[in-house]
Each structure stands twice: as C-alpha cells, then as structure tokens.
C-alpha cells in the first residue's frame, strides 16, 4: 500500500497524541461540508438503481451528456490502466502515487516526465497522464493545451487521461464539457470539494463506448444507496456549492498569505492545499508533527503540503505552531 495523507492513527500512535488532539492538514480535501440530507430508508434496504437521479444530478453539475458514477477516483484510477493493451504511458510528475502504480501493476511502460518535457515526449506516447490541478504541486494547464495535446493522441487511438479532482472551485478550467471526445477520459471526485472524502464517490467523464466497457468491468452496483442518495442532492444545490466554493477560494489564499508571513513561501497550491518544496520540508513536518499538526510530507522533492484549517481555532494553532518554528529557525 502505497503512502497518503489522512492517516491520523499512524500518527498519533507514532508521536503519542490523543487522536482528538491533532489537527489535520494532511489532505487536500475541504474540511467542511454542509448539512446533509435525510437517507430514505429504502436506500439501506434495496440495491442502489439507475433511474435515482444521481446519473442527471451529476450530468447537470459536470455540464456532460454521458458520465460514469464509481466508488472515488480511485476505482477508475486501478482499472482504467485495464481497457488498454500494452501502452507507452507518460504521468507528468510530481503525481499522485496511486496513478503510476496502476499503470506498472498491469505492465505497461510508464515514463515519468516533468511538464516541460510533454511536447517532446508526446510522439513517444500513448498515453499521457495528468492532475489538473496537480497534486501535490498545484501547477496548471490551460484547456487550449490539454486539447492540443489530446488531438495528437487520439489521431493514432491513444489517450488524455486528466485528473480534475481539485478543479471544483474553478470549474471554468475543467474539460469536462469536452468529455466525449474520443480518447479523452477526465475524472472527477466528489468527496474533497464536497468535503465527504468518506463517501467513496467520483465519476468518469468518457465517451459512452468506454464508459459501457468500464462499466461492465467493475461490474454493478459499484456505489451504495446511501451515497448515490446524499450525492444527488449534493450535486442539485447550485447555492451550497456557490458558498462552498467562495469559502474554499478565501481560505486557499488565507493559507498562501499565512505561509508567506512566516518566511514559507509556497511552491504551487490551489484552493484546497498550498505546497512547500523546501529542504526543510521534514524539519518542518516534525516540528508541526511534535505540536499535533498533520501535513503531508514528501520525499521527492522535498517537500511539504498543507491542507485547510476547519474553523478559526484551526487557524489559530497553526499560526501559533508555524510562529514558534520561525522562532527557533532564526
């Protein structure tokens, strides 16, 4: 099992702090949600349906006519590597982990490159792989390129495969409105804008023929009841998204304004997480770690992503926590 943020256990077994004593920002999922909705009982007592309404819910939200609802990104991630016959696949590094190690567990030759190297990489390609946003490093790419980009690839039957998991908050960049495109594929997590990481939730944006081929590959039933019935609901209030989303924009620059005046002036980040590329970075990770802090260290580079505080004592303890390590940094 590869290495993710999240796991408080580990850590408060590992610095001997109390689980309810810690405040984690070890993920970049928003830390808040609103109120949920009541679960019919029937959705506890039948199989999940199609005809629900979370398929039209998430068609309405994602501006798509054809989509894919599986148990997170996740699901997607470990089989779509699956569809293909042994292909050359670039994943634009840093990533998340998970990707890579989909693709190598079903022996296809992975290759990692840095943005800068996608241009002269592409011809070597079938398909490349990427986070947009990207996680950890928050770097961009403007949906003209993306689209250059997939046009070379699917001239010759490879793919675009785009992670848009933290686009939420700025839907305008996404791809999702061009997700039937022959070997575009995007996907798209419920649980960080939505703050509901537990519901297990994503979708695939394809063109229906792959979408019906994953389909019957992960076979039926895929997402339960009561998460298809929290999620159409979710995905129908236009006014909770618009506030979510307001809220996770002023408190993604809250955190890059927190950072920089305390001398950690952030690498990339988006709305739900600022990254540090430092060779403090593990410094820093102890030091927060030692305070009952949760962050998401990283080996390669060295470096460090914070997520969001939940309410202002959140915001308070870090600003106190980031304070006392510049002062003994001095």
């Known amino acids: 099992m590869l290495e993710h943020g999240g796991r408080l256990r580990a850590a408060a077994q590992r610095y001997g702090i109390a689980l309810d004593d810690w405040l984690d920002l070890s993920t970049g999922i928003a830390p808040y949600a609103w109120p949920l909705p009541a679960i019919p009982s029937t959705a506890w007592t039948r199989l ?4 629900d309404g979370l398929e039209a819910a998430a068609r309405d939200y994602y501006g798509v006519p054809a989509l894919l609802p599986v148990a997170g990104s996740q699901a997607a991630i470990q089989a779509l590597p699956r569809l293909r ?12 982990a998970e990707h890579a190690a989909a693709w190598r567990r079903e022996g296809h030759a992975l290759h990692e490159i840095d943005a800068a190297s996608i241009d002269a990489s592409l011809g070597q390609l079938d398909v490349l792989l990427l986070i947009n946003p990207n996680n950890p490093s928050g770097q961009r790419f403007t949906p003209e390129q993306l689209l250059a980009w997939h046009a070379q690839l699917a001239a010759r039957d490879g793919w675009l ?26 996907l798209r997590s419920f649980g960080k804008f939505f703050g509901l990481a537990g519901i297990r939730l ?30 159409t609901a979710l995905l129908r209030d236009g006014s909770g998204q618009q506030a979510q989303r307001q809220r996770l924009l002023a408190d993604g620059e809250r955190l890059l304004e927190l950072l920089r005046s305390h001398s950690l002036v952030p690498t990339g980040g988006c709305a739900l997480f600022q990254w540090l590329a430092s060779p403090q970075a593990a410094e820093l990770h102890e030091f927060l770690a030692g305070q009952g802090i949760l962050t998401r260290l990283f080996a390669s580079p060295p470096s460090l992503r914070f997520g969001l505080p939940a309410d202002q004592p959140g915001w308070a303890r870090l600003e106190q926590a980031l304070h006392a390590f510049k002062e003994q940094s001095a």
């Open 48 to 51: 999940p349906e199609l005809d």
């Open 161 to 186: 495969l785009v992670d848009e998991a933290f686009i939420d908050c700025t839907p305008q960049h996404s791809l999702a409105r061009y997700g039937e495109l022959p070997g575009l594929i995007v």
């Open 85 to 96: 016959s042994r292909s050359r696949v670039g994943i634009v590094s840093p990533a998340y």
């Open 202 to 231: 994503g979708f695939v944006l394809a063109e229906q023929v792959l979408l019906d081929r994953l389909d019957e590959l992960l076979g039926p039933w895929t997402v339960s009841g009561p998460a298809r019935a929290v999620a």
